[in-house]
């Protein structure tokens, strides 16, 4: 062995004695060197304060994917060429079709959150994405509707305006035009909600007692879905409905009470998905988004509900019931489950942005308090932020769902980016975020999102807190 072997195994020898001891001087961490609870958790999803240029980030993302994704034109079926003549329009005249159909009640939900979005945001390309699209079809409807007398066919999408056969294919897309109507100058819409109304009041089929139901999958079905499909635009059309406004409110207030009846389960504070007449027993699957349905319907009649109406109270009960409920079945990630009571079942993301809407609503509204449900919000919002990607497409939102009376229907339904549901929630959810955060006093205190009554301007940490402050 020569001289510079062994200078060479001496300093690897020399280096190999310094790891030892630098190991045999590493402290570990234990309970009396170490504040353990502030160890920095594992979080699956984002936690801890947002801020509303983050949110509105998001949201523009959304709405930039959606302005190339939802064109507003005519074209010809067979070619393609776009038709600007409307009022010689044939049989093969059709909207061009985008990523999304523009009437479908998933899009009336799209409008409805795009107008809360101008509002919380202050940029009106949310407005402009909405009105012109209302335009668009204010000015078209008369000219495909001569298509449809004079050949006898028109285009699936139009005849979903021009004659529609479910609440499905009239209400959210009419609550949404009704709130437009109400603006300074609008688009003229008056003929379209009207269409669509008399649909809703004369035409849906309805039980005995006057409930909004469906034939399918069962005779006399009620989905519950079919309460915001029906209940919100009968509630909004009493905004414009004269000297009739009382008789509309008095009819969407009695369908909340009729379909809860049946569908309120109170030992869980949620609502069963479907329940059909004639059943002997009524088996109780809460799947989310009908549930958030539900609760959005009520955010809604609350909404244009006067303070002194007779029953609002009692809907305001039911609501606040129907928020312990789905609060209690939040995930540790943030989102609720595809059937809530079912933690087996997977994280679904527009159930999860409808609650975040209605929960940040009702905190705004005054109606449930900011200290127990904003951090539900604020929690359910990150959730919601890991499924906007890059291009601002949502996902992991559930397919149209149609309804069974066993678990793996649920929770095999697919989800997909183009699962138009996704998209108004989400929307809905950033815009009631920002009107949350410029209202309340959200703050990390002790690792945890707190929600005050009064902000909190320390950086250090807060032990006791006064009404007025802290200390």
Same mark, same amino acid.
């Given at each position: 062995m020569n001289l510079k072997t062994l200078s060479m195994m001496g300093a690897l020898l020399l280096l190999a004695g310094t790891g030892v001891n630098a190991q045999k001087k590493k402290e570990v961490l234990n309970d009396s060197n170490t504040p353990l609870?502030?160890?920095?958790?594992?979080? %699956?999803? @984002?936690?801890?304060?947002l801020t509303t240029e983050e949110i509105k980030a998001d949201m523009d993302r959304v709405l930039r994917y959606l302005e190339r994704n939802t064109p507003a034109r005519v074209v010809d079926k067979n070619t393609g060429k776009v038709i600007t003549d409307y009022a010689n329009m044939t049989a093969d005249a059709q909207l061009e079709r985008g990523a999304f159909r523009l009437a479908s009640y998933e899009w009336g939900v799209t409008y409805s959150a795009m107008l809360a979005a101008a509002e919380a945001t202050g940029d009106q390309a949310y407005y402009k994405y909405v009105t012109d699209r209302f335009q668009f079809l204010a000015e078209v409807a008369p000219h495909f509707r001569k298509v449809l007398e004079k050949y006898g066919t028109v285009d699936p999408q139009m005849k979903q305006?021009?004659?529609?056969?479910?609440?499905?294919? /009239?209400?959210?897309?009419?609550?949404?035009?009704?709130?437009?109507?109400?603006?300074?100058?609008?688009?003229?819409?008056?003929?379209?909600?009207?269409?669509?109304?008399? !649909?809703?009041?004369? %035409?849906?089929? *309805?039980?005995?007692?006057?409930?909004?139901? *469906?034939?399918?999958?069962?005779?006399?079905?009620?989905?519950?879905?079919?309460? !915001?499909? +029906?209940?919100?635009?009968v509630a909004w059309y009493s905004c414009i409905a004269g000297d009739k406004k009382q008789m509309?409110? #008095?009819?969407?207030?009695?369908?909340?009470?009729?379909?809860?009846?049946?569908?309120?389960?109170?030992? %869980?504070?949620? !609502?069963?998905?479907?329940?059909?007449? +004639?059943?002997?027993?009524? @088996?109780? $699957?809460?799947?989310?988004?009908?549930? +958030?349905?539900?609760?959005?319907?009520m955010c809604e009649v609350l909404d244009v509900l006067p303070e002194d109406y007779p029953?609002?109270?009692?809907?305001?009960?039911? !609501?606040?019931?129907?928020?312990?409920?789905?609060? /209690?079945?939040? #995930?540790?990630?943030? $989102?609720?489950?595809?059937?809530?009571?079912?933690?087996?079942?997977?994280?679904?993301?527009s159930a999860t942005a409808i609650y975040v809407y209605c929960f940040a609503h009702a905190i705004n509204k005054g109606w449930i308090d900011a200290m127990a449900y904003g951090p539900v919000a604020q929690l359910g919002w990150h959730a919601v932020t890991t499924q906007i990607n890059a291009e601002g497409q949502v996902d992991g939102t559930c397919v149209g769902t149609g309804m069974?009376?066993?678990? /793996? $229907?649920?929770?095999?339904?697919?989800?997909?980016?183009?699962?138009?549901? +996704?998209?108004?929630?989400?929307?809905w959810a950033g815009a009631e975020m920002i009107n949350l955060l410029n209202k309340q006093? @959200? %703050?990390?205190?002790? #690792?945890?999102?707190?929600?005050? *009554?009064?902000e909190q301007k320390t950086s250090e940490p807060i032990f006791h807190v006064m009404d007025g402050g802290t200390k």
């Open positions: 609870h502030l160890l920095q958790p594992a979080y %699956k999803v @984002p936690y801890g304060m305006i021009l004659t529609p056969h479910a609440l499905d294919d /009239a209400g959210a897309v009419c609550a949404a035009m009704v709130k437009v109507q109400m603006k300074k100058n609008s688009p003229e819409l008056k003929p379209l909600i009207d269409n669509y109304m008399d !649909f809703i009041v004369n %035409k849906e089929y *309805r039980l005995a007692d006057g409930t909004f139901a *469906r034939t399918r999958p069962q005779h006399n079905t009620l989905w519950l879905d079919d309460m !915001f499909m +029906g209940i919100p635009p509309y409110l #008095s009819e969407a207030v009695r369908q909340i009470f009729q379909f809860a009846d049946r569908m309120w389960v109170p030992g %869980k504070n949620l !609502f069963r998905h479907g329940w059909v007449e +004639g059943m002997q027993d009524h @088996p109780a $699957f809460h799947w989310g988004r009908a549930n +958030g349905w539900a609760l959005l319907t029953q609002r109270d009692k809907i305001l009960e039911l !609501f606040r019931a129907h928020v312990r409920g789905l609060a /209690a079945c939040q #995930s540790g990630e943030g $989102f609720w489950h595809q059937l809530l009571d079912r933690n087996d079942s997977y994280l679904e993301t069974a009376f066993d678990p /793996a $229907f649920y929770y095999y339904r697919p989800v997909n980016v183009y699962a138009a549901h +996704g998209y108004g929630p989400v929307l006093h @959200p %703050k990390m205190n002790d #690792s945890a999102v707190q929600y005050y *009554r009064t």
